[in-house]
């Protein structure tokens, strides 16, 4: 069991390499005629342009010492290109700083100002992100004692770190004669901070105790300073009977001054520069491997499942009837649980009692109540994960009886191409007061919706207009509340729920962006 952090959860995925393009930092500092150390130039601070809500708002910034700042074997530039191409908006247009081996809090994106000082950015975000407190801080604690804004808690250049790649995450390997004849092959990637060069990685599978060394491919050439910014990949190929008895495989990697990583995790506030053995567990049975966490927002993971065991123990909510879940429910008494003290589901033939997770639900109380009282199985597995699937069965009462029986989901399905019309159906309940003008939203109805227009915003922007049914209708959608936009797309409802860009004024149509 780890204790939660209050950083955000990055899983593996927080590291990559391309190709940049700029001007080095200290050209154009030497440029600008800076002053000198003695005359108080201690510090570079960079300041991008966006202001955020931190610290009451302020703009992200971020500062280094000037002497990494002038250094010509750090690397560092202004940069304008990546991967041969202008920078987009994502990335930092129109131009960012990249610090190689740095931590990517430091690279500041959408740059605007570059000040030489004698004091640290004073940026809330430079302060209050991007550190590494010892193990007893907790947020309190740091809060009370001031720790953000200690200088040796700062994080500057990377650590070393090594991940497995392959196996990937569930993947199965079939135990015949076919596969028991050659070797399977281990994958995966290395990096350190600072330019050193990774040069070794070993992989354990017996919990440490032996360790194979592994194939390790360096694709760059050094910098004429010597320093190596990139990852790099590494194989090794073992028997698949090896594999068989294994309960878990390890990974750790040796830079050029041979640090390496540590068996376990030190835990720290924000979840930062973990760098402990990577390990993917094994299955015993059919050998399934699960990595600790999946990239970026994805869930699954060993790691969460620690955190998160199963709880046997169903709690019942007042409108949950006695039953089992052998009971056979009619369509006509689900209809009837369509309230908050009373919201019953059907997906896939199953009937759901959702009332003690209204107040819990991460889309709001009225995405579940309009739906309260019919078969919303297209549109729940449309926008749910495998995850929230799996949760629905903690709510399970019985089971829907079928004979004569066609589900709201079936009857109301757009059965169109995907370039066809498309089905709006509002997310929560409107208040009907007397309209000026007709509304076009009815709840929980679908209304079809033609796109009529698409204009181009930016490169990766698009407002879409769609016409209302009746040129004289406003669309009728309450402030703070959003609509359904559904399709057909190849035989599978696709539904994702968006806010209007166009006021509730507009007549006849809405738009999208």
């Excluded at 639900?361 to 995850?387: K, R, V, W």
């Amino acid at each position: 069991m780890i204790k939660p952090t209050v950083g955000f959860n990055w899983g593996a995925s927080g590291i990559s390499t391309s190709m940049w393009r700029g001007v080095p930092l200290s050209d154009v500092l030497k440029r600008c005629g800076i002053y000198s150390k003695k005359h108080g130039a201690l510090n570079v601070c960079f300041e991008g342009a966006e202001h955020l809500p931190g610290g009451g708002g302020c703009k992200y910034g971020t500062s280094i010492k000037k002497e990494i700042a002038m250094d010509p074997s750090r690397d560092i530039i202004l940069a304008y290109m990546q991967n041969g191409e202008l920078l987009t908006p994502d990335h930092g247009f129109p131009v960012r700083i990249i610090i190689p081996g740095f931590n990517g809090g430091r690279m500041v994106k959408w740059l605007k100002r570059i000040i030489v000082t004698t004091k640290e950015s004073d940026s809330f975000y430079y302060y209050r992100d991007n550190k590494v407190f010892p193990s007893h801080v907790d947020l309190q604690l740091a809060n009370a004692e001031g720790w953000w804004y200690n200088p040796e808690c700062a994080i500057d250049e990377l650590n070393i770190n090594s991940v497995i790649t392959r196996p990937c995450h569930k993947e199965i390997l079939p135990i015949n004669s076919w596969t028991t004849r050659r070797p399977y092959t281990l994958r995966g990637y290395a990096y350190s901070g600072g330019g050193k060069k990774v040069k070794r990685v070993e992989v354990t599978m017996d919990g440490g105790e032996t360790w194979q060394v592994c194939t390790v491919d360096h694709a760059e050439k050094p910098n004429k300073y010597g320093k190596f910014w990139c990852w790099c990949f590494w194989s090794l190929d073992v028997e698949v009977l090896d594999l068989l008895g294994a309960k878990e495989i390890a990974v750790r990697a040796w830079d050029e001054t041979f640090n390496t990583q540590p068996e376990k995790l030190v835990w720290n506030l924000l979840g930062m520069m973990n760098n402990c053995w990577f390990r993917v567990k094994a299955s015993e049975n059919g050998m399934v491997f699960e990595h600790p966490t999946l990239p970026g927002n994805q869930s699954g993971g060993w790691m969460a499942e620690e955190r998160h065991p199963e709880n046997p123990t169903i709690k019942r909510s007042v409108s949950t009837p006695f039953m089992n879940t052998a009971s056979r429910i009619s369509m006509s008494e689900v209809k009837k649980h369509n309230s908050v003290d009373s919201a019953w589901i059907v997906v896939h033939g199953h009937i759901y009692d959702c009332t003690r997770f209204l107040k819990d639900h991460p889309g709001g109380m009225s995405s579940i109540l309009i739906n309260a009282g019919t078969d919303c199985t297209d549109e729940f597995d449309a926008i749910h994960s495998d995850e929230a699937k799996n949760m629905l069965e903690d709510y399970r009462i019985g089971e829907l009886i079928m004979t004569g029986y066609v589900s709201d989901s079936a009857a109301s399905s757009p059965n169109t191409s995907m370039h066809g019309a498309s089905n709006i159906s509002f997310l929560g309940p409107i208040k009907e007061v007397a309209a000026t003008r007709p509304v076009a939203l009815v709840p929980p109805e679908k209304i079809p919706c033609k796109l009529v227009d698409k204009t181009s915003i930016s490169h990766d922007v698009r407002r879409f207009r769609f016409a209302l049914p009746s040129e004289d209708q406003v669309l009728g959608l309450p402030v703070g509340k959003h609509i359904f936009l559904c399709a057909t797309i190849d035989d599978k409802l696709c539904m994702r729920a968006y806010t209007p860009t166009s006021s509730i004024d507009e007549v006849g149509h809405f738009d999208l962006v």
